[in-house]
């Protein structure tokens, strides 16, 4: 089979698929699944074009990797092949263990369990099927490589990872404001003492990129009416989960009945091999799938909240800068109640609460280093002439409240 294969990317034209391993890695099942799920969950209800993948961003960050190699190997930074390699699988693989709806259902499926560390479950898993040569894309994954530069462009921030997923949302959502030089960033970065800086001269295109960062979440990862479906489809899943151990019957395709027969923790990953191949075949698909059945189920609740997410009728959302108090909530849930002649604990899943936080820049713990033209290194929020990184250092915390619209809040 020739395995030399270019593929043509809506955003970044041509990429190639470097060598055989990857390619394989490419072909696997683990990562084949990626094509079915969505780089944004259920933001396509807000804006129609953001059907994308997690497969299209994986290859897109692979793309960037591979131009941010080449850019700093030409600066003289000393790059093996070996490094290159597993810098590019660490970096295609990062997102592997991202579950149906990506981040939306990450703790309603799973019990406490990260797609970070479903992907390093994943990695391991591959790394026996190749014989161990995933074994340096591993360390790079964790942190655990010494030249921690290669870490920084998987996970940092200003990591690949970012600059793909900005440049690509806001092609595939329309969302002008998301758009970043990806090409100056990149021809902008270099190595000090195996951390990454960024050159001087490029200090406005960061800037730009945090504000693209800040302006997406406000306008698309954290649109409101994202968050409501976000929770409304939780609800349901939690719905279907409660019915399934109660003994009622809920029909669900095989994989996602498991998830729902059982409360799956860490533990059962570590102690049962089989449980990552079960979750492998989990998509996007099974959900809706199975949520069309569950709109004629005999359950009041799991009915209704299928029927109002499959027919887009959104819980009506409120934003506030201080939390809803107690009694407004429980206010809305005796209204709902008595609207619907529900039980109180029935009521629970037609009332959605919780916070979201913007968070541009975090001043604290790792930072972005701009390497001045005298040569020294300083953090990019002590640059005198960006008061606007100051301003996105600061973390933004809204709280939001939601309800099916016909219930008056």
């Not at 998987?154 to 329309?174: E, N, W």
Request: charged share 25%.
């Amino acid at each position: 089979m020739n395995k030399n294969k270019i593929i043509n990317d809506p955003v970044f034209g041509f990429i190639t698929i470097p060598n055989e391993l990857i390619f394989d890695i490419i072909e696997h099942p683990y990562f084949q699944r990626l094509r079915r799920i969505k780089q944004l969950g259920l933001t396509n209800l807000v804006y129609p074009g953001a059907f994308h993948t997690r497969f299209h961003h994986a290859l897109g960050a692979m793309h960037l990797m591979q131009l941010t190699l080449e850019n700093l190997a030409t600066k003289g930074v000393k790059i093996s092949e070996a490094e290159h390699n597993a810098s590019l699988i660490a970096i295609l693989l990062h997102d592997i263990g991202h579950g149906p709806f990506s981040h939306t259902l990450e703790f309603s499926l799973l019990n406490g369990v990260s797609h970070e560390e479903i992907s390093l479950i994943i990695l391991h898993k591959l790394n026996a099927v190749y014989d161990g040569k995933l074994d340096l894309a591993i360390k790079i994954f964790k942190g655990e490589y010494e030249r921690m530069f290669f870490h920084q462009l998987v996970s940092s921030q200003l990591d690949i990872d970012r600059i793909d997923y900005l440049r690509r949302d806001s092609f595939f959502t329309g969302v002008s404001e998301g758009t970043i030089g990806s090409e100056r960033i990149i021809k902008m970065l270099d190595v000090r003492h195996d951390q990454i800086v960024v050159e001087e001269k490029g200090i406005y295109s960061i800037e730009n990129f945090l504000s693209a960062r800040r302006l997406m979440y406000w306008q698309v990862y954290l649109h409101k009416t994202s968050v409501s479906a976000e929770e409304m489809l939780i609800q349901i899943i939690k719905r279907a989960r409660h019915l399934t151990q109660k003994g009622v019957k809920v029909i669900a395709t095989p994989a996602l009945a498991i998830f729902l027969e059982r409360n799956v923790s860490k533990n059962d990953f570590e102690q049962n091999p089989d449980i990552i191949d079960v979750f492998a075949l989990l998509d996007d698909s099974d959900v809706w799938g199975s949520m069309k059945f569950w709109v004629d189920h005999e359950d009041f609740v799991l009915s209704k909240l299928s029927k109002m997410l499959l027919g887009r009728k959104i819980f009506r959302i409120e934003m506030n800068n201080i939390p809803q108090s107690n009694e407004q909530i429980d206010s809305i849930k005796k209204k709902i109640k008595a609207q619907f002649n529900l039980t109180t604990e029935e009521a629970e899943y037609f009332v959605g609460s919780g916070k979201i936080s913007n968070e541009a820049y975090i001043s604290s713990g790792q930072k972005i280093n701009i390497l001045t033209k005298k040569g020294e290194i300083i953090d990019i929020d002590t640059a005198v002439e960006l008061p606007n990184i100051k301003a996105m250092s600061k973390i933004v915390t809204k709280y939001y409240l939601c309800c099916p619209k016909e219930v008056i809040i």
